[in-house]
């Protein structure tokens, strides 16, 4: 539908008003109607698989997949060879019937056999235009030679094939001259038997796959991943290979059903092949992995490596190990020695003990035969055999019950040349004090010297003034002289504590 468009006014200073003429250099054309049709590569295939009765696989493998190998391998025409050299043309490609093209070997019509599917178009042609200009029927109708219209026939056919970006890739499928074999599955010990059979074979295979460029074999030399991404690409081979060529024709057959029928037959004989072609493949592959030298070589690598990690794990086990080892040793050896060093001191602790026990038995005899020598400071009236026994174990007791120093005191008092009896007595008093005043349940057993009792006492009396004094200040505190103790025990044995009389005279 035509619209109207409106113009925009002309900038200032190019108005008729300035003096400027207006050039109009073409008028707009009339507005006019077109049909359209639908176009491009999508709707072509859709009306293209209706047409056939195709799904879009069988479609894209008939048509679109050729069509895109064919149109990489078109090459300019600078670069035709400048001398290309054909085949020699024999008695039996003269005698080649039209008729019979399928069962023709067309590079060989065109004098390619030596390139074959490496051939570009450039060389086709070339090729075409040296045989046209040998044998066309126009050069031939002079000699009368029949065999050469027949043979160009042939020729022309060999072209229109192989410049067909459909049908070439159909016919490279099937080439009678171009083996399919495998290697046998067994080689021989070298490394270059094998590159040297298999490398061919892949790159034979190789102009089948659908992914360019395709990886080689290489040699003993390639690395791991070069390898492996060799073999990562043929087990997951994708092939164009197709056998259309091997189609069976008839074209007597005139009922629809009988060539749907037919075209069915061709089209299972089709999968079946292709089937057997991707199983032979996959056996090639197979059978490379398990001779190729490289993988025998990197396995072992690899297990030298596995080896040499396990024998560091081990290693480092055994080391762990051994060091726990010597560490639970070093710990044994420093127990044991703290143990002998430990043992050592008991010994000497024990020695030492032994040793002042033994000085202490010796002590504590040197008083007991030094009041037992003075009559345990009784005079001669009071010296009866049960205040002397009553004495003694007085005296033993409290010779278990004082320190070595206290024992050593009493010594000192017991063996000075100027003792007295009342300075033994007192000594004996004080050293049942102090016994006293740390065991107080012992008071009832000291009577002989000074009552027990009276002595707790006094030692609660003594205490309470040392309380009493740290109270007063320090002018007025005096410790006891001897001769006031002296008076005090002369007073406490005159007049014992507990007796309602203690106060009479």
């Known amino acids: 539908m035509a619209s109207t468009v409106t113009l925009p006014l002309a900038p200032l200073g190019m108005g008729p008003e300035t003096g400027n003429a207006v050039i109009i250099h073409a008028a707009i054309s009339p507005p006019r109607s077109l049909i ?62 039209p008729a019979e093209w399928k069962k023709q070997d067309h590079y060989l019509v065109l004098g390619l056999s030596s390139l074959r599917y490496k051939a570009t178009q450039a060389q086709i042609k070339k090729a075409h235009q040296m045989r046209a200009l040998q044998f066309h029927p126009d050069k031939s109708a002079s000699t009368g030679n029949s065999h050469n219209e027949t043979f160009f026939k042939c020729v022309q056919r060999a072209y229109e094939l192989l410049t067909d970006p459909v049908r070439r890739p159909q016919f490279d499928s099937v080439d009678p001259t171009i083996s399919d074999d495998i290697p046998k599955a067994r080689l021989g010990s070298s490394g270059q038997d094998f590159f040297s059979t298999y490398g061919p074979v892949f790159e034979r295979e190789g102009r089948f796959s659908k992914k360019q460029p395709v990886p080689m074999l290489g040699d003993m030399d390639a690395s791991r991943e070069e390898m492996e991404a060799f073999y990562r690409f043929w087990t997951q081979f994708d092939s164009w290979r197709s056998y259309e060529y091997l189609d069976k024709e008839n074209d007597q057959l005139e009922n629809r059903e009988e060539k749907r029928w037919h075209e069915k037959k061709n089209k299972t004989e089709r999968t079946r092949l292709k089937k057997e072609d991707t199983k032979r493949v996959s056996t090639l592959v197979q059978q490379a992995m ?26 480092a086990v055994k080391k762990a190990e051994s060091e726990r080892l010597c560490a639970e040793e070093e710990k044994r050896k420093q127990k044991l020695q703290r143990a002998e060093q430990q043992a050592q001191v ?57 320190s070595q120093d206290e024992a050593l005191k009493l010594q000192s008092v017991f063996t000075s040349d100027a003792r007295d009896r009342a300075q033994s007595i007192a000594a004996m008093v004080e050293a049942i004090s102090g016994v006293i005043a ?5 008071a009832s057993s000291f009577t002989s010297f000074t009552r027990g009792a009276d002595i707790a006492a006094r030692v609660k009396q003594e205490k309470q003034k040392e309380a009493d004094k740290a109270q007063l200040p320090a002018k007025t505190q005096r410790e006891w002289t001897a001769k006031e103790l002296e008076l005090l025990i002369k007073a406490t044995n005159k007049f014992p504590g507990g007796t309602i009389d203690r106060w009479e005279t």
């Open 36 to 97: 359209l049709y639908r176009a491009g590569q999508a709707y072509s295939a859709y009306h293209r698989r209706r047409q056939n009765n195709s799904t879009e696989a069988d479609d894209y493998e008939q048509h679109i997949l050729p069509q895109d190998l064919a149109r990489t391998k078109v090459e300019s025409e600078v670069d035709i060879p400048e001398a290309l050299v054909l085949d020699e043309v024999t008695k039996d490609l003269l005698d080649l019937d």
């Open 290 to 315: 398990s001779a190729d030298p490289r993988i025998g070589k990197y396995k072992a690598m690899e297990r030298l490596e596995k080896d040499k990690k396990r024998l560091a794990r081990e290693a």
């Open 346 to 402: 008991a010994a000497e602790e024990r020695l030492r003990r032994e040793k002042i026990k033994k000085g202490y038995r010796l002590i504590k005899r040197s008083v007991r035969e030094a009041a037992k020598h003075y009559n345990y400071f009784l005079d001669a009236n009071s010296s009866t055999p049960a205040a002397l026994a009553r004495r003694s174990a007085e005296l033993d007791l409290l010779l278990e019950n004082i």
């Open 438 to 442: 740390k065991t107080p349940a012992v």
